[in-house]
């Protein structure tokens, strides 16, 4: 989870010179967030590893999770 991920996906979406797809949001917000990103991807390997062998717990891999969070985002816009 992005903290201000709305305010966030805003700014990004600002940021675009061509139209708002999925795919141009999500590289734009690479490009401008990397912290972030690296971040969630950091949080997702914790997890990952801290899983106890056995159990499985379903979490989105952190393309998934950011994807389908832009594309929410631009439904409401």
């Known amino acids: 989870m992005i903290i201000n991920q709305d305010e ?4 990004t979406f600002d940021s675009l010179e061509e ?3 999925e795919q141009n949001m999500f ?3 690479l490009k401008l967030y ?6 969630l991807k950091i949080t997702f390997s914790k997890f990952n590893r ?3 062998s056995g159990k499985t717990i379903p ?8 994807r389908k969070d ?5 439904s409401k816009q």
Request: no cysteine; net charge positive.
């Open 8 to 11: 966030l996906f805003q700014k």
């Open 19 to 21: 139209k708002p797809t």
């Open 27 to 29: 590289n734009m917000f």
């Open 34 to 39: 990397p912290k972030e990103w690296k971040a």
């Open 50 to 52: 801290s899983k106890q």
């Open 59 to 66: 979490l989105a891999k952190p393309e998934v999770s950011i």
């Open 70 to 74: 832009i594309r929410i985002w631009l």
